[in-house]
């Protein structure tokens, strides 16, 4: 069983940048960690994934061009750094672990961390 608790949100202006981390504690090598986010009154949507083993990526096209998704192995933590940030970008942030080796299957995201809040501002 694998734990996950995500750290780095809060407020931001508009065009700025955050990075977001996910720190995962338990077995994670045959693993995909995900990023998805859930603004107020909408559903959650994935934004990135990668794969733990092989380093292999998906961005949802609401994340490609401003969001990258990484990964250290010695730390054992996800990043997700966010750029040229938007009013819209403001939601609480989310990491999910899957076992499924599709990076793009949601429902294969069981594991879920406490979320973190990142607010943008204009």
């Known amino acids: 069983q694998v734990q996950l608790s995500e750290s780095g949100g809060g407020l931001v202006q508009a065009g700025g940048s955050l990075r977001l981390s996910c720190a995962a504690s338990?077995?994670?090598?045959?693993?995909?960690i995900g990023w998805f986010r859930q603004a107020s009154g909408k559903e959650r949507e994935l934004l990135a994934s990668?794969?733990?083993?092989?380093?292999?990526?998906y961005y949802a096209d609401s994340a490609k061009g401003r969001f990258t998704i990484s990964r250290n192995n010695a730390q054992n933590t996800v990043y997700l750094q966010m750029n040229s940030l938007k009013d819209e970008d403001t939601a609480v942030y989310y990491c999910?672990?899957?076992?499924?080796?599709?990076?793009?299957?949601?429902?294969?995201?069981?594991?879920w961390g406490q979320g973190t809040q990142v607010t943008v501002s204009s």
């Open positions: 999910a672990a899957s076992s499924i080796a599709s990076l793009r299957f949601t429902p294969g995201f069981r594991s």
């Open positions: 338990g077995r994670t090598g045959s693993l995909s």
């Open positions: 990668i794969s733990w083993s092989t380093g292999s990526t």
